[in-house]
């Protein structure tokens, strides 16, 4: 089995994997992060997305072996500390959620939507961005407010550029 | 006010310390913090234990027809593989029916009779080696017909059970005689749940043959019963347990049973912990939807719009087995009428039985079907006589001296009318009809329709012994409060609601009040959490339990400190004895050491209800929850492409609990019955496959679909009824406020057509549809 070695939420790990592995599986099984969750297994809803080299991918269709020397982010690798980053912020804040199951998945690619737009966004691209991110619950309606309301407060923190 | 029998001393509106600090605020959703850093955890998240052996299902490659043959050795020998299991090995009953009817198998014997039916499941190592074994099988299926349409289980009078009328007067004679008559068939697309988490199980085996199962059900009590009959145990061999699911909506109220039934059995045969999750494939094939039906109906009204008869029958679609379709279409008779007094009806219920996936409850448990009926010939009468349509509705509303439903219950809370204006003025109907009277004049391919449509929906279970429940409620020696309780969380809030409800009890902050599992080790024999009722009947429970505990305590500080119980408060973490404050601890400790208990369980019957099914009569619902919806929609002639440009909801949630919870439901509720009628539409083919079973091709609304402009107002009110602190249930009636968007569409179709062409528009309204029904009305055209 060929091994891998990558850097994910900011700590050195490496294993043995089968080539076919894929990425979300690695993670949540391998590495025991389980906040990345799996909704469709088929590249649709988003809810396995994380972030390798600074990039939104969807984790259940992206091989590990593919981010060999990558680094990845989980939503688990979004705190720092105790301290919620300011998107997740605006999730709990705005009632961005209720069953939860898509929001580690909507704050990865939320985060990675204000990166690409250097914080500036409003709430049709919010719309048209998200398309990829199924909720079954919300609506959406309050998850769009928490994505604008995040992408706010990283900005006022300068954490666009930072990450 | 000294209470009911049900509520003991507690008066269900009133605060023993006179304010509410926790209810009534927008608290957070209890799991929100965990929820967005990922520690919030479902069955697949919780670590397993080693040797935990992974599951995956042999599925039926035919629709129907006798197993003649199943070669299982491949599978058997495959890498990786544990166990190959079959009805053979079930030691108890190969049986799981929600309502006993016999109908239900865990795993197909001797025939199928759905494509994708469990015929035998793989236990091996991983996932993926019993994934890939489990196509090695030969399954050979002997030829036969299978019933795949509601029409052909009519023409083969295949049912499941008797058919159910709810009729008043004489619809017959009353559509001969009245002014005018129309007619037309109606079909009503089904609904897959897709609930964000698919059905999940770890079942564990324990000493004894004793089994625990950690499920994502809304019915861990079914889960329970439903693992004890499989594995022949007596129920208190088995415990069943849910933190959380993502997501429900009534898909995994009675159909979480079998995944927990299979993954049961697998551990017992295998003596290892067995885990299964349906991939999402898997579970929109296996597992049932919202019943898809055909409604046919008759109409008589007068010239201005006043109906006099209704006579509306509904074939139901639902499937191959019972389950839980008899209460389901019994809610779709029960809703026919929706806000409306019709002098002379008739809902009248076929309960086709066809060789289809189990239909099952799904938010609004059939009422949206009748609702949408009423609402369609409601949208065909304005178009014939040119009334506009609100004004046609407004007419006919329940008022009064026209107060009593089909089924002999007065609609004491009518608040339809009010909440029918306050959307109409929210929403500027009136000026906005002219501007898009206006537009449409000049714009030929892009049209715009307006709507605004009411919602009454009855609260209980219609099955009355289900409306009781149970919680159980601990303090510990620090002040800390373990609450537990037999209600389920799937994201609607209920977790948080029951805890607000509690932490006022004691006068303590939220967050001293642990919210646990459901188990149903803890508080048995649940009714699901479903029926819109999860925080009327647990937070009632667990009300009591509290308020068992508090009245002790004040007993107690009442001799203590040498007062008397009326003098005594419990507020801000404290509990005020005259001017004397204790803090809530202390006392806690200090009953302790006088030995006074500090657990106790509550119990919670709805009062009032009782329905008569033989007779159709009797008040089946509690309360009734209202709400309208304006919707303005855009639809392209040429494409039959939809847009839903603006839409406005007045909704009444009584006196709310919590108001961000409630909209939350509110907003997520019409979104979902939106994608029901717009955009989610289910494709069989001829063999019975289903061809929508995953997203690429069953489309759920995306964060584009919903408008920009979508504005909710809670409506004003109290529930009139003694309910939780005068609030209303919510988890339902917002999903058939989406029916104004079916009516926008109607609206913009209709302007191209003369009144005397009827629009045949289905529900969904998905492109297709719309262009089949602009299609036809241009080609109608005189
Ligand atoms: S699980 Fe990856 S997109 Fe759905
Ligand atoms: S919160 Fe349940 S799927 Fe989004």
Known sequence: MPKVSMTVNGQAVSADVEARTLLVDFIREQLRLTGTHVGCDTSQCGACVVHVDGRALKSCTTLAAQCEGASVTTIEGLAKGDDLHPMQEAFRENHGLQCGFCTPGMIMSAVDMVKRHGGKLDEQTIRHE?????CRCTGYHNIVKAIAAGSEAMTSSGRVAAE | MSGSPETGTLDPQVNTTGELRSVRTSVRHDSAAKHVSGAALYVDDVGEPAGTLQIAIGASPAAKGP?????????????????VVTAADIPGHNEISPVGAGDDPLLADTKVLFHGQPVFIVAAETREAARRAALLATIRIGEAEPLLTVEAAEAADSLISPDFNIVRGDPGKALETAANRMSGNFPIGGQEHFYLEGQAALAIPQEDGDMFVLTSTQHPSEVQKVVAEVLGLPINAVVSEVRRMGGGFGGKESQACQWAGLAALAARVTGRPCKLRLDRDDDMVMTGKRHDMLARWQVGYDDDGMLEAADITFLAKCGFSTDLSNSVIDRTAFHTDNAYFVPHIAARTKRMRTNTVSNTAFRGFGGPQGMLAIEHVMDQVAHR????????????????????????????????????????ALSGYRARRREIAEHNAENPFLRKGLAITPVKFGISFTATHLNQAGALVHVYTDGSVHLNHGGTEMGQGLFTKVAQVVADEFGIDLDKVKITATTTAKVPNTSPTAASSGTDLNAMAARIAAARIRERLTDFAAETYDSVAADIRFRDNQVFVGNRAVGFADLVRQAYMARISLSSTGFYRTPKIHWDREKGQGRPFFYFAYGASCSEVTIDTLTGELRVDRVDIVHDVGKSLNPAIDIGQIEGGFVQGMGWLTTEELVWDAGGRLRTHAPSTYKIPTSSDVPAEFNVHLHDGINREEAIYGSKAVGEPPLMLAISVHSAIFDAIAGLAPPVVAIPLDAPATPEAILRAVTAVREARP
């Open chain 1, 130 to 134: 998200l398309e990829g991110n199924l």
């Open chain 2, 67 to 83: 197993i003649v043959g199943l070669d299982l050795d491949a599978v058997r020998t495959a890498p990786g593989v544990v166990a």
């Open chain 2, 385 to 424: 006589l040119r009334i506009d349509p609100f004004d046609l509705r407004m007419r006919n509303l329940y008022g009064p001296d026209r107060d009593v439903t089909p089924y002999g219950m007065t609609v004491f809370d009518n608040i339809a009318p009010e909440v029918m204006e306050k959307t109409e």
